[in-house]
């Protein structure tokens, strides 16, 4: 069962660009799309200190956690989670049924300034995952089945 649509160059150029107008118009540091099974996507922005594949990882067990607790006091939209810290904080939320936004942001910027701004990115990247399913509807990925720690390889144009 695939997770994701095939995703071409042309899709992940466009989450990029979303990205970096996510992080730009939310102070953030970085903003990573996961998907569900905590594999990375593709990410943008200040990224040197942070071990991003295990974020992906640790940031998908602890969303897929956050959704049993809703389910346990009767709540059906626990859509996002958040962790605070000192120097930094990190904000979880859905983008659809396959994938995630996680941003980082320094603890100085208010989470409300990063809520704000990430619904508009995650409608456009919903609507990028979109566009690329509609381009081969029965075809996708299923990135746990192919047991790799750094997806972005997959992502990129073959040499001629």
């Keep these: 069962m695939a997770t994701l649509p095939q995703l071409i160059e042309d899709d992940i150029q466009r989450l ?15 903003a990573l ?17 942070f071990d991003l594949t295990t974020i992906a990882a640790l940031s998908s067990g602890a969303f897929m956690a956050n959704q049993t607790i809703a389910g346990l ?12 810290g000192e120097k930094f904080s990190l904000f979880v939320v859905n ?24 619904s508009a990115a995650v ?5 990028q995952l979109e566009i690329a399913q509609e381009r081969s509807p029965r075809e996708g990925l299923d990135l746990s089945i192919l047991n ?9 144009k073959k040499e001629a």
């Design 33 to 49: 799309v996961i998907d569900k099974g905590g594999f990375l996507i593709t990410h943008q922005g200040d990224a040197r200190d």
């Design 95 to 118: 983008i659809d049924e396959h994938c995630m936004l996680v941003v980082i942001f320094k603890s100085q910027t208010g989470v409300g300034v990063v809520k704000y701004f990430s």
């Design 148 to 156: 790799v720690a750094e997806t972005g390889q997959f992502f990129r």
């Design 73 to 84: 006091v009767n709540e059906t939209n626990f859509n996002s989670t958040y962790q605070q």
């Design 123 to 127: 409608k456009r990247i919903a609507c």
């Design 16 to 30: 990029a660009e979303t990205l970096r107008d996510f992080i730009a118009a939310a102070d953030a540091t970085a």
